[in-house]
């Protein structure tokens, strides 16, 4: 686990400098879609993009991909100020040491020039020196993108020119620029809830002016969630009767928000009664 310090941060700051050896944390299980489930029986070649503190899921990818999938390959490209600066890099290091045809590593600077590694920016010659020259003769199976929104969208609209569909390009953002939406709520301004999550039902009434979690967290009820800033995709849950609508969403496609996909930290009820499935997505 790499928890970086960010300015006035609530628990990375502590993380940083109040939690030390033995201390003991309550915390919630996995959530949200940005995995990669290894199968021995596959033949894959992985790509991920990431930078700075991107590396930190991606890492256990890498790790699985190598000790779980003997015939798979996964390429690294990996931003990062200085060498001093990036996370995991003696590891990963000497992960390429112990996996030499199977790991390969494309590092990044903006401010050092490096023997055996680029100066710069993930940005479009990257993609492009990845997918057109250095494995050009490579079949990827997935994209794996995590770090900055910018880099994410710009390293999303190359593959996309490139001919990569989007069902193999999977992010995951640590912040979003999306701008909330403005919320009308009419009606009478209540709207009557059920929820279900782990097999449980329960019914109440309320505010539509404020987000299906909230208000599910106001009945104790344990729904899954995290960033709640509408990045994270842990909260995602299905609406099959009812209407909401979100503030923001980085996430959801057009395709699973026809399906009735919101993210409940983001989505405000708009009709009478709603009903809400974290079970079922």
Do not use: W
Request: glycine fraction near 6%; charged fraction near 25%; charge should be negative.
């Amino acid at each position: 686990m790499t928890v970086k310090e960010i300015s006035g941060g609530t628990f990375s700051v502590i993380a940083n400098h109040k939690l030390k050896e033995g201390d003991i944390l309550d915390v919630h299980t996995p959530e949200g879609n940005f995995i990669l489930i290894p199968n021995q029986q596959v033949t894959n070649t992985y790509a991920a993009f990431v930078a700075g503190s991107g590396i930190t899921p991606v890492m256990s990818m890498i790790k699985a991909v190598l000790e779980q999938e003997p015939n798979s390959r996964f390429v690294l490209v990996y931003g990062n100020k200085t060498p001093e600066e990036t996370i995991f890099r003696k590891e990963l290091l000497e992960l390429q040491v112990t996996y030499p045809d199977r790991l390969f590593i494309e590092f990044i600077y903006s401010r050092s020039q490096e023997d055996n590694a680029h100066f710069g920016r993930i940005e479009k010659s990257t993609v492009n020196y990845i997918l057109k020259n250095k494995f050009k003769d490579s079949t990827f199976s997935g994209f794996y993108l995590c770090g900055p929104e910018e880099m994410i969208n710009t390293v999303t609209s190359i593959l996309l020119e490139n001919g990569i569909t989007k069902d193999n390009i999977h992010f995951e953002l640590f912040t979003s620029s999306a701008q909330p939406t403005e919320i009308d709520t009419d009606l009478e301004g209540k709207s009557n809830i059920k929820i279900l999550v782990d097999d449980e039902e329960f019914n109440f009434t309320m505010d539509q002016k404020k987000t299906i979690l909230d208000a599910a967290l106001d009945q104790d009820i344990d729904a899954p969630y995290s960033c709640q800033g509408g990045v994270c995709s842990s909260c995602i849950c299905k609406i099959t009767e009812g209407n909401a609508v979100m503030e923001k969403n980085s996430i959801l496609t057009d395709v699973e928000i026809a399906e009735g996909l919101v993210l409940a930290c983001q989505a405000h009820p708009t009709s009478a009664s709603i009903t809400v499935d974290f079970d079922d997505v």
